[in-house]
């Protein structure tokens, strides 16, 4: 396994990541996201930007995510500070192939090392109410639960903010 950042020639293979996430997301009555979002757009401008990962296993790509530095003002509802600088991961999706290797959590360790890199010593994410998984693997990996949110883009639906900080 290894990550690497991302390429526009591996948008297609992103895509059937999030193709084979979605059903099992909504099935799950998670309905963060669906077949309008996230889009090769997207991923293309997270590229573009160079803050798109994937984890590929034997020359497959198994696990996707962004990098960024992009906060949601919406954070401020559990009391995050969104002037102080972090790193932020969005789009965090391991292929149900691959699901039970680490991959999610070797994601995230990826984003420690942009942060350690950037001298960002702040991590933060968020993730829908209902996706108990990411719920019970962010404490796992040092982060805190903040609380829940709403966000203006994604009206109806709850969202779980953790952070973590390095030392």
Known sequence: MSIRIA???????????????????????NLQWD???PNPQ??????????????????????????????????????????EEAIVTHRLA??????????????????????LERGIPILRIDTNSHNHATQQLFPK????????ITLEFRPGLKFVCFEKRLN
Do not use: C
């Open 7 to 29: 390429t526009l020639l591996d948008i297609p293979a992103i895509m059937q990541v999030i193709t084979d996430v979605v059903p099992i997301m909504r099935a799950a009555g």
């Open 35 to 37: 077949d309008n979002y």
């Open 42 to 83: 997207v991923f293309e401008e997270d590229i573009n930007t160079g803050q798109l990962w994937v984890a590929e296993v034997d020359g497959e790509i198994a696990g996707v995510t962004a990098i960024t530095t992009e906060q949601y003002p919406e954070y401020a509802q559990v009391g995050l500070d969104t002037s």
């Open 94 to 115: 391991v292929s149900p192939h691959f699901r039970g290797r680490g991959l999610a959590a070797d994601l995230l360790h990826q984003a420690e090392v942009v942060a």
């Open 141 to 148: 990996l040092g982060y805190s639960l903040k609380g829940e």
